[in-house]
């Protein structure tokens, strides 16, 4: 199976990278299944049913998500009504929404995602370790491409996600930090890895926002309000081949320009 990740993206430029080059993606390297980190689509923080489905639309199978994804009221029984946005799976039981979903492709072939969120600088959630235990027991035997999106801050706890997960998944993606980070690998037993999947909107920025509204933040010690880079922008993302046993056989790391006119 070709498994696309797609790097969180940002805002309506990250939303216009996925309707103008996820197309070429998936003819190119004959992509199976599409899947995205959508918790700053809207702009550039948080997701709304409106942006959830336009995503959808344009190709993405499944989006998941992270601690931004509570930012719009909306999107509360939006995630109650629809099997193809998740929420990190460590939130308490009654959060609405869920945390793993199982998708098939076009080609009727089988695929398991979860969503994890980080604790390290972030919030006092239930264990990502042992809630990917309790997943990993639901799922039945037969499905052996899992993939794992770990949204977290700090780049130890990843890694320690993807040697806690090796062999028993299909690869582990890191997400949030909105940089792309050169590491892909796969690991001893079988697992593809990458601490982040990089970002889809605008580089010209700081994570995505304008950078002198970021920079006159850390100058002043003063709040600003967020808003939304429109240049240079990008898809990032990785590539992952996997084989029918769940084993990653290839992880390469994307990234794909919009050539302006």
């Known amino acids: 199976m070709n498994i696309f990740f797609i790097g969180d993206i940002v805002g309506a430029p990250g939303r ?128 052996k491409v899992i993939l794992v999106d770990i949204h977290a801050e700090a780049t130890s706890e990843k890694l320690a996600m993807g040697w806690y997960l090796d062999g028993r998944v299909s690869a582990v993606i890191g997400t949030h930090t909105h940089v792309q980070t050169a590491d892909e690998r796969i690991l001893p037993k079988g697992s593809g890895y990458i601490t982040d999947a990089g970002m889809t909107g605008p580089l010209n920025s700081v994570i995505g926002m304008k950078k002198e509204v970021i920079l006159e933040r850390f100058l002043s010690q003063r709040p600003q309000p967020f808003k939304v880079a429109t240049q240079d922008i990008q898809m990032q993302g990785v590539l992952l081949k996997v084989d029918p046993a769940g084993r990653c056989q290839e992880i390469r790391r994307l990234q794909m320009a919009i050539k302006e006119r």
Not at 65 to 71: A, E, P, V
Request: charged share 25%; glycine share 8%.
């Open 16 to 143: 216009r990278a996925v309707e103008e080059l996820l197309p070429k993606v998936v003819d190119r390297h004959f992509v199976d299944l599409v899947v995205a980190n959508g918790e700053n689509a809207a702009g550039g923080i948080g997701i709304t049913p409106q942006v959830a489905e336009q995503l959808l639309s344009s190709g993405i199978d499944l989006l998941t998500s992270g601690n931004h994804i509570w930012k719009h009221k909306e999107i509360l029984p939006y995630l109650e009504e629809t099997d193809r946005l998740l929420r990190p799976a460590n939130y308490p039981p009654d959060t609405p929404g869920q945390g793993y979903a199982i998708i098939e492709t076009a080609a009727g072939e089988k695929a398991a995602v979860i969503n994890l969120e980080g604790r390290v600088f972030m919030n006092p959630l239930e264990c990502p370790f042992r809630t990917a235990d309790r997943i990993l027991s639901d799922i039945p035997r037969d499905i």
